[in-house]
């Protein structure tokens, strides 16, 4: 059980319009852009960044997510995570990279954990 990855969260309405920016800042190309047109989004990740661009009423749900952590076990995870106070908010599902769940900690934070599965 380890996390991987941990991606800080930018959220915008318009993904290309800031995928320049993003790219020049951290002086890398995007590793990653998945569209998710069920939930009207666009995900790009860029090092450890990871840009959600859609629509205020299709982001709303998903801003209290303060981080998104990369795993290599959701299965475990969610095991830990429940035997230790812990609240699936959403998930374990599958999603385009793999699979993902929502998590409300103890303290209140709520953090996404995924576990990729991208060839």
Known sequence: ???????????????????????????MKVEMRIPMPDVGLELAQIDDILIIAGLEQALQPFKRTQATFMVDSVEEYEAFLVNNG????????????????????????????VQHNLE
Request: glycine share 8%; no cysteine; proline share 4%.
């Open 1 to 27: 059980m380890r996390i991987l990855k941990t991606l800080s969260r930018v959220y915008v309405e318009d993904l290309d319009e800031h995928l320049d920016f993003y790219e020049k800042l951290l002086g």
């Open 86 to 113: 812990s609240e699936i908010v959403r998930g374990p599902q599958k999603v385009p990279t793999g699979v993902n769940m929502t998590v409300k900690h103890l303290d209140g934070s709520i953090y996404e954990y």
